[in-house]
């Protein structure tokens, strides 16, 4: 059973970093990758960043490429996503993801969600 908790969000000025945490909270968690997404009001769910659970691949939105990094922990830990450089645009509720897809840009191909946490970006 996996059950994934989201943690770090917060408020932090332009230019600022923040780290986000997925927490497995079920009994057992096997061989999923893992994505973040991000939704603000009125619009659609958004592809961050997601890993392959042998860490070897990598995909990113061009949004965040060179600025956030999706990093691997372990089962109770399964990912984190660094942010650096956040910019007011970044402002959203982030939620992670876990699904066997290939590090999947689309939030259909994952089977298990978070309810997210809020980063708030300001000038």
């Known amino acids: 059973q996996v059950q994934l908790v989201e943690s770090g969000g917060g408020v932090v000025q332009s230019g600022g970093s923040l780290t986000l945490f997925c927490e497995n909270s079920?009994?057992?968690?096997?061989?999923?990758?893992m994505g973040w997404f991000r939704q603000t009001p009125g619009k659609e769910r958004e592809f961050v960043a997601a890993?392959?659970?042998?860490?070897?691949?990598?995909n990113y939105a061009d949004s965040v490429k060179g600025r956030f990094t999706i990093s691997r922990g372990n089962a109770r830990r399964p990912a984190l996503l660094q942010m650096n450089s956040l910019k007011p645009e970044d402002t959203a509720v982030y939620s992670c993801?876990?699904?066997?897809?290939?590090?999947?840009?689309?939030?259909?191909?994952?089977?298990?969600w978070g309810q997210g946490t809020q980063v708030t970006v300001s000038l």
């Open positions: 079920g009994r057992t968690f096997g061989n999923y990758d």
């Open positions: 890993i392959t659970w042998s860490r070897d691949y990598r």
């Open positions: 993801a876990a699904g066997r897809n290939s590090a999947s840009m689309y939030a259909d191909d994952y089977a298990h």
